[in-house]
């Protein structure tokens, strides 16, 4: 049988590009550009598995563009880009990478809760602008973590493994918002306090970090209304998806001095950053890094090209998201 037929829509690890291209007939992107839609519908009528990213939007008329393509195996985690619904239309399989970028993004959202609580974007700015005037006790006084309050948003692994680092690292009580309760056992460990009203927890917080999916369920879950439940003071941290949260209720109710700051890794329409946000001084802006290590990118590869190795066999696959 000859061999699968494959596109790789980014650069991936040379690693993973290497051990795809050693079993499968792949075709890569050697430049890295972004594709356009009409090349990703294209790709639809000539390939058998496409694997895109976060940065391609799978959309119904990509899919519709062919009917050869029988996986999508995304690499990365979230899947609100890929229309599932158009997808399953054509019986089309899509896979996911979970598990695998788990500490990594909860490592992004402890980087964001830091670098916002002790104003570490606003201090490094200051000094490469040459504006740094010398040690006072009142410069860029920030809030301290210990015995603060963190409210996640979803409870789910990277939740729970950023609630981990929070909790036993920094001694900062837990609170989560979730459709139900977490297992006892991480409950204990974490002592996490299940909040089944999102409000109610919006206003216990002192740091709210979101780790719901995207998508139509949550969009803009986190609207002028919830920033307004928000405790005065507060912060709020994004490494779920950018379409959970309204960024002109946020970007006033920083410019306000309702909420202390916020920290964000991801936007609506990347790699477009709300405009309003780009002059506000106490919000960090990261570029999408949440999994952007190096061997976090290279097990993503590898759990993608394990689901269309099994994909191959006919075998069932590891990690289907339809
Ligand atoms: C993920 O895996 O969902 C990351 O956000 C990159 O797509």
Redesign the pocket.
Known sequence: MDALRILITRRWPVEVERAMAAQFDVVLNEGDKPLSQADLAAAMGEFDVLCP??SDRIDADVIGGGDRVKLIA??????DHIDLAAAKAKGIAVT??PGV?TDA?ADIAMTLLLMAARRAGEGERELRAGQWSGWRPTHLVGSALKGKVLGCVGFGRIAQATARRAHHGFGMKVAYYARRPADEAVAQELQAEFTPDLINLLGKADFVSLHVPGGAETASMIDAAAIAAMKPGSYLIN?A?GGVVDHAALAAALRSGHLAGAGLD?YPAEPQVPAELLDIENVVLLP?L??ANSETRIA?GMCAMANVEEFAKGAELPNPVT
């Open positions: 990213t976060v995304n690499y990365g985690v979230g899947f996911n990478t970028l993004t490494t998806r991801v999408h949440g999994s993503m």
